[in-house]
Structure formats: C-alpha cells, structure tokens
C-alpha cells in the first residue's frame, strides 16, 4: 500500500474532517487507502468509515475492520449507494482528487507520456473506451475543445488537426506512437510539462471526471450533517474553480442565489477561506504534491 500513493497534505486533510469517535465519514477516492487508515485511527467502536473507488486495482488495497465498507463505484453515485446502506447523513467526506502514484507509474495502464504501453488512461477498466478510442474518434472540433478546457493548451488547434490528419494513415494504440505523431506541435523547451498537459486533458475527457466531480459535489450538500466537514484536495485549476464555487454558491457554476430577504443560500459554509497548499518541505519530499489545493467547508 505505500507505493499505491503518497497523499499530499494528509495531515491537513485529516484534521480538516473534524472527526468524532463515533461518526460517519466517507473517503471517495479510497485508492491506497492512506487517508481511510488515518480517518479510521480516529474512530471509536461505534464510528463508520464508508470508501469508494471505481479501480479495480483499489480492492487489493481494502482492510479488515467491522467499521468499513468498501464500495467499488465512482464517486458520483455517492447518494445512491449510501442509501443502499440505509445511511441518510454522514458528519464527514473526503475527497482526493489528484492521480495517484500508482496510475502513472503503472506502465500498463497508460497514463503516463513516459509509458511504454497502449492509450488506456481508464480509470475503471470496465469501461468500453480507452484513450486510443478518443484520440481516433472524436471531432477535430471536440479535440480542441478538450485540449484547451482541461490541458490549457495554447495551440490546441494546431494539435487536433495534426492527430486528425495522422489517424487518416494510421489509427492510434501505443503511447510511444501517439508521442511521436505530435513531436513537431511539441515545444521543445518545455516538452515534458506539455505532454503532461496534453495526457492530463485526455484523461479527464475519457473518464469524464469533471461531470463526475459536479455531480459529486451537488450529492454533498444533502448528505452531510449539520457542523459536518467536506474535505477536497484537488490539483486542477478547473477542479478547483468547481470546489470553489460549489462552496461558495451551492452550484458549480458560481452563481449567487439569495433568499426573498436578500441572504445567500449555500448549503455550506467556507472553514478556511484561503487555500492550504503544501510546504516546501513537503513538495521537497513528495514533488507530486506541488499542486495540490486544499479546501474545507463545513454545514
């Protein structure tokens, strides 16, 4: 379990919970299980603990304790499945929401531009479609649309067209392919952080994590108990807006409704108002964890 992932911020995270003994809390992205072990260290006999994860790669992570359950689904069903658990309200989430460790040093699963493996980039291998399936089948259009919204990728355009055109001759399956194919539309000076870019905005158009994160959050409001937390870790400047607005307005788009005397509606309220990032220490230790942004909420 401690090659699976090094969660940054982990002790922040922890004590952004608040945890009571005996309540319930949620982890919706278990993983490793780094933050369900710590989470469940601070339960009594009483306290619940309930994880998620669509990896399947996840299971061979679960532990033994009468207090958890493991829940093999992605996150945004959360209200669903807890429910099926007869569970109304939990005092407690969490939710990490970067990549871990593990997905990109695991070649075979090819979220890494330094893999020497086929586009997969699927986050719950059941799934039908890989990365391959995307690059060879969307738009030209689409393709610059996800390129610019989830890699901010300033020539886009340039980029799509070159996959398009490459495709004609040879549709896409390997990683190292794929690399080479966009070789020329690659600044040389900044070729990793680019490519980095480039897989990041594919990845989160495959497995549509951002519809999944927007979901997720309108689910939390409902669920959670009153002087309840909600803990999110995120590492995309577009994640981040959503976790931001969400707190801040009860809706991911950012829009300020206010009640017929004028005072806001959200369902939450901020703990703390200025992002936690990590030390330098820590990005020292764990550079993975440089962009990672921190942010609590409480009902």
């Known amino acids: 379990m401690s090659n699976y ?19 319930i809390y949620v982890d919706v992205t278990f993983g490793g299980g780094g933050h369900s072990k710590e989470i469940l260290k601070k339960l009594g006999n009483n306290g619940r603990l309930i994880a998620f994860d669509q990896d399947t790669d996840a299971r061979k992570n679960i532990f ?33 929401l970067g990549i ?16 020497n493996s086929k586009l997969d980039m699927r986050m719950n291998t059941e799934m039908r479609k890989t990365a391959a399936d995307l690059l060879n089948e969307y738009a030209e259009k689409d393709l610059i649309k996800l390129f610019r919204q989830y890699g901010e990728i300033k020539n886009a355009g340039g980029l799509a067209k070159q996959i398009v055109s490459a495709r004609k001759e040879k549709q896409f399956s390997n990683i190292e392919d794929f690399v080479e194919t966009i070789k020329n539309k ?23 994590e951002i519809g999944a994160l927007e979901d997720f959050l309108h689910a939390t ?12 870790l995120s590492y995309h400047s577009l994640e981040d807006r959503y976790v931001k607005n969400y707190i801040r307005s009860g809706n991911c ?24 990032i990590p030390t330098e220490e820590e990005i020292q230790n764990n ?4 962009s990672a942004k921190l942010r609590i909420a409480e009902k």
């Open 287 to 290: 550079p993975r964890s440089r």
């Open 186 to 208: 690659t600044p040389k000076r900044f070729e990793n952080k680019y490519l980095a870019k480039v897989f990041q905005a594919i990845r989160i158009e495959l497995n549509d």
């Open 64 to 96: 033994e304790d009468e207090r958890f359950i493991f829940i093999h689904s992605n996150f945004r069903y959360i209200k669903n499945y807890l429910k099926y658990y007869n569970i109304q309200k939990v005092d407690g989430i969490l939710a990490d």
């Open 221 to 232: 409001g409902d669920l959670i108990n009153k002087n309840g937390r909600l803990v999110i």
């Open 253 to 276: 788009s950012g829009t300020i409704n206010k009640d017929i005397y004028g005072n806001y509606e959200t369902p939450l309220k901020y703990v703390n108002k200025k992002v936690i």
């Open 5 to 23: 992932h090094t969660p940054a911020l982990l002790q922040e995270c922890i004590d952004g919970l608040n945890i009571k003994p005996d309540g």
């Open 100 to 115: 871990s460790s593990f997905h990109i040093d695991a070649q075979s699963r090819g979220f890494s531009f330094k893999a």
